[in-house]
C-alpha cells in the first residue's frame, strides 16, 4: 500500500521536534494537505499539538505496547485516510523502552514501518561540528548482531537533516559542506524563534489550550517554515517512502462488538483542563466493542451525562485544579453515588488521584475529593515509577483470571497511600517490580496509563461489565 509518510526524530529531547512537526503539519494544512500525524512512544501532550494544528485526532505508535504487525495496523489504518503522515519521535533517536535498548526508540517506529527520517538537529553553538554528529547517527547501528529478514537492519532510515537554531547566515555554507561530506539532505533551517517557543512543566510540555495567542505562533511558524525549510522537498521525500504491507493482526479479528450498533452503551469519559490524557486509539477500541463515550466535565458540570452504564476517568493534571474540583461538591457527590451503587469504571493516574479522600495540589495544599479510596494523594518530589510496565493480575478483576496481562507506563510526581495490589507490575530489562491497581470485578483504577491494544480484550471486557452490571439493573427498576 502507497503510504506517503516520513518522522521527524532528533539526537536528544529539547531539540524541537515538536516545534519543527508543528510548523510543518501547520504549513501542509495551509496548502490544502489531508494530514494525518502520528507520535512515537506514550506521550500524550505532544498529539494534543498535533491535533489541535491538523484538528483530527493524532494518534500514538508505540513498539513496546504492541508488536510490529499491529503498528503498521494501527499506523495505516488511519493514513490511508489521508494524503499524508507525519510521525513525531520521541527522546533521542536510538533511545528505546529501558536503559541501553533500541526496542520502543524512534528508530525502531522508522525500522517497523519503513519511513524515512528527518533528524532536527539543534546546532546552536556549532558549525563544522555537525557533521560527525550527523555521520554518527547515519553510521551506528542499534544491534549488529542482528541480521537477516525482510528489513535491513543496518539502515538509519535518515534521509535528511533540519537544521534548529541556525542564521541565514551560516545555513548556506553549513548545507553545502554537510551534503557535501554526508549522504543526506539538508531540508532548511529554523533560525532563532523565541516568540514561538512552547513552555513545559513537570509533566513535560504545557497543554495547546494554555498557549496564549497558540494559533498566532503556528501561523507564523508555517510562515517561516515556506521561506527556510524545503518543504516541496520533504513532500517529495515522503511520496516516495516505500509501499507498506498492513494487515489486521489475528489478534483484532475475532473481536466483536458487545451490543449491536443501536444500542450503545454510553460510558461518561471525563475530558476538560484537568483530565485530558487518554491515547485515542484506547477510545476507537472501546467504540468497536459497542460503546458510546460520552464526555463530561468534573471540573465545570454539576452531573453526570444521563443514561450512562460506565466511568472512564482518565489522567492529565487535577494537581493544578484541586481547588475547583473539591469545590465541585455535586460532582463528587455524583460520581461516588454512582460508583456505591457498583457503576463500572476504570481510573488512570490523575483519574485515580481525583477518588481519593484527599489529594494535594502542586503547592501542597491538600484538598477533599470523591472519597471512593480512603486514602491519600501526596506530593513528591521525584518521578514515582516511571516508565513502561508489565502489568499481570494477582487476582480475577473486571480485565480477566489471574495471570491476564496488559503493557502500560507511568509518569507521575504524585503518590498513593493506597496504591492497591490487584496487579504486580514488572520493569522492562529490570529486576524490578511491585503491587499496584486496586480491582475487582466491577473496576480498575491506578497510577498506570493502559494501552488496550496490547490486550485488546480488556477494553471488550470492560464494556461487557458495563452491559452486564448491577448497577443498570438498579437504575433501570428505579
Known amino acids: 500500500m502507497k503510504l506517503p509518510r516520513f518522522m521527524i526524530a532528533a539526537p536528544a529531547s529539547g531539540s524541537g521536534k515538536t516545534l519543527v512537526t508543528c510548523g510543518l503539519l501547520q504549513a501542509f494544512v495551509n496548502r490544502g494537505i489531508k494530514t494525518a500525524s502520528f507520535k512515537c512512544g506514550p506521550d500524550y501532550i505532544d498529539p494534543m499539538f498535533h491535533t489541535k494544528v491538523i484538528g483530527v485526532p493524532s494518534r500514538n505508535l508505540d513498539t513496546f505496547f504492541v508488536s510490529g504487525d499491529t503498528v503498521r495496523y494501527l499506523f495505516g489504518r488511519q493514513a490511508m485516510n489521508a494524503h499524508l503522515s507525519v510521525m513525531e519521535g520521541v527522546m533521542g533517536?536510538?533511545?528505546?523502552?529501558?536503559?541501553?535498548?533500541?526496542?520502543?526508540?524512534?528508530?525502531?517506529?522508522?525500522?517497523?514501518?519503513?519511513?524515512?527520517?528527518?533528524?532536527?538537529?539543534?546546532?546552536r553553538g556549532m558549525s563544522l561540528s555537525v557533521i560527525p554528529l550527523i555521520r554518527g547517527f547515519l553510521t551506528f547501528y542499534p544491534d549488529p548482531a542482528d541480521s537477516g529478514g525482510e528489513r535491513n537492519p543496518y539502515d538509519s532510515h535518515i534521509r535528511g537533516v533540519i537544521l534548529n537554531q541556525v542564521s541565514a547566515s551560516i545555513y548556506p555554507e553549513l548545507k553545502q559542506k554537510i551534503e557535501e561530506f554526508l549522504p543526506v539532505r539538508v531540508y532548511g533551517y529554523v533560525p532563532k524563534a523565541g516568540d514561538c517557543v512552547i513552555g513545559s512543566r513537570h509533566l513535560g510540555l504545557v497543554t495547546p489550550g494554555e498557549i496564549h495567542g497558540f494559533q498566532d505562533k503556528l501561523q507564523r511558524l508555517a510562515h517561516l517554515f515556506e521561506t527556510t525549510v524545503d518543504i516541496d522537498g520533504i513532500l517529495e521525500l515522503a511520496d516516495g517512502?516505500?509501499?507498506?504491507?498492513?494487515?489486521?493482526?489475528?489478534s483484532l479479528r475475532s473481536l466483536k462488538p458487545v451490543c449491536p450498533a443501536a444500542e450503545k452503551l454510553r460510558i461518561a469519559v471525563a475530558r476538560d483542563e484537568s483530565f485530558c490524557f487518554y491515547y485515542e486509539d484506547n477510545l476507537e477500541l472501546l467504540r468497536e466493542a459497542g460503546a458510546e463515550l460520552v464526555p463530561f466535565s468534573p471540573l465545570h458540570d454539576a452531573y453526570l451525562p444521563e443514561g450512562i452504564r460506565g466511568l472512564l476517568l482518565g489522567g492529565g493534571y487535577p494537581e493544578l485544579y484541586a481547588g475547583r474540583l473539591s469545590e465541585n461538591t455535586e460532582m463528587l457527590r455524583q460520581i461516588r453515588s454512582a460508583i456505591q451503587k457498583n457503576m463500572p469504571y476504570l481510573a488512570e493516574c490523575g483519574g485515580f488521584m481525583y477518588l481519593h479522600a484527599e489529594m494535594e495540589d502542586v503547592d501542597g495544599r491538600s484538598w477533599p475529593m470523591a472519597d471512593v479510596f480512603p486514602g491519600r494523594v501526596r506530593k513528591t518530589d521525584r518521578l514515582s515509577r516511571f516508565g513502561y510496565i508489565q502489568l499481570c493480575a494477582n487476582r480475577s478483576q473486571i480485565f480477566g483470571d489471574a495471570g491476564c496481562c496488559i503493557r502500560a507506563h507511568e509518569f507521575h510526581y504524585f503518590d498513593s497511600t493506597d496504591n492497591g495490589d490487584a496487579f504486580h507490575a514488572e520493569k522492562p530489562y529490570r529486576n524490578r517490580g511491585w503491587?499496584?491497581?486496586?480491582?475487582?470485578e466491577n473496576h480498575a483504577a491506578g497510577f498506570p496509563h493502559l494501552y488496550y491494544y496490547s490486550n485488546p480484550e480488556f477494553a471488550e471486557r470492560f464494556v461487557r461489565c458495563c452491559a452486564e452490571s448491577a448497577y443498570h439493573k438498579d437504575i433501570s427498576t428505579a
Do not use: H, K, Q
Open 93 to 123: 533517536f536510538y533511545d528505546g523502552a529501558a536503559g541501553i535498548t533500541r526496542e520502543a526508540s524512534s528508530w525502531e517506529l522508522a525500522d517497523e514501518t519503513d519511513t524515512p527520517v528527518i533528524l532536527v538537529v539543534n546546532a
Open 241 to 250: 517512502a516505500a509501499d507498506l504491507n498492513v494487515r489486521m493482526p489475528e
Open 435 to 440: 503491587e499496584c491497581m486496586n480491582a475487582d
